[in-house]
Structures are given as structure tokens and as C-alpha cells.
């Protein structure tokens, strides 16, 4: 059974940035693609950003795009999501989230639907 544990959220001012940390066990395949999802008061859960288990393939959505950056570690079985420039519109729960998603011509998966394991996510909070 997979289970994904975040930590890492806080409150930031604005500019200022937040590593979030996704602890991940019982993955048992290479396949697996691992993401960043978050969701606002009174909106919907939106991709953020995925990587996959193993490789080197990495997808951002176009609102992070330069400002974040997803990382993992395979020995540590930790995912990262380094948030640099942060700005209020940020303001959300983070979600981590995985599946064995294998790389093919519909990669990167950027619906919430796409993944069937999730943590309990964490709150970033950024202040103007």
C-alpha cells in the first residue's frame, strides 16, 4: 500500500520561499510518477508539478513555471517541491500524490483524476 506523507508548509511573506516535502513508501515499481497538486479555498485541486520515479522527465504548470522546482531522492524515497517567489495567489493546500504511471505519449499527467494515491496535505500560506 502506498502512503505519502507532505511536511514542510508554513506561512511566507510574499518573494520569500518553502521546501515541501512528500515521504513516500510501499512504491514497488520503477513506473511510478510522482506530483505536486494543491487546492485553494472554493476552488478546485490543480496540478502543480510531476516527475517521474525514476529518469528525469519533469513537468510544471505554467503558473510555477521558473519559480518552482520538483525534485526527488530514491534513497531517501522523498519527493521535493522547492517554491521560490512565492506570492499570495500560491495561498493553498499541497497535495502530494502518486500512481504507476508509466511514461508514454500522454505524459505528464496533470489530472487530479490521473493519480490514485494522496497525502493529507499541508498548508502554505504566503502574505502580501
Known amino acids: 500500500q502506498v502512503q505519502l506523507v507532505e511536511s514542510g508548509g508554513g506561512l511566507v511573506q510574499a518573494g520569500g520561499s518553502l521546501r515541501l516535502s512528500c515521504a513516500a513508501s510501499?512504491?514497488?515499481?520503477?513506473?511510478?510518477?510522482m506530483g505536486w497538486f494543491r487546492q485553494a479555498p472554493g476552488k478546485e485541486r490543480e496540478f502543480v508539478a510531476t516527475i517521474r520515479w525514476i529518469g528525469t522527465n519533469t513537468y510544471y504548470a505554467d503558473s510555477v513555471k521558473g519559480r518552482f522546482t520538483i525534485s526527488r531522492d530514491n534513497a531517501e524515497n522523498t519527493v521535493d517541491l522547492h517554491m521560490n517567489s512565492l506570492k499570495p495567489e500560491d495561498t493553498a493546500v499541497y497535495f502530494c500524490?502518486?500512481?504507476?504511471?508509466?511514461?508514454?505519449?500522454?505524459?505528464?499527467?496533470?489530472?487530479?483524476?490521473?493519480?490514485?494515491?494522496w497525502g493529507q496535505g499541508t498548508q502554505v500560506t504566503v502574505s502580501s
Open positions: 500524490a502518486s500512481d504507476d504511471i508509466r511514461y508514454s505519449s500522454t505524459w505528464p499527467p496533470k489530472l487530479a483524476s490521473e493519480y490514485g494515491y
Open positions: 510501499g512504491l514497488t515499481a520503477s513506473s511510478y510518477t
